[in-house]
């Protein structure tokens, strides 16, 4: 018995996006502020204190 190959398969449909590719980039950005930790100060910001302003 010739060896065949099996008969092409039709195309999948395409599904329709649930999601807006603006939704799903603002997801991923929320995510990743979420998970990352905080940043330690910068050295140079650390030794300067913080002004605070003057009661008139």
């Not at 807006?20 to 910001?45: F, N, W």
Request: proline share 23%.
């Amino acid at each position: 018995m010739p060896a065949t190959e099996p008969p092409p398969r039709p195309p999948r449909p395409l599904a329709p996006a649930a999601v807006s590719m603006r939704d799903l980039l603002a997801s991923c950005a929320a995510a990743e502020a979420v998970s990352t930790p905080p940043r330690l100060p910068d050295a140079a910001l650390a030794k300067k204190p913080a002004r605070r302003p003057r009661a008139a």
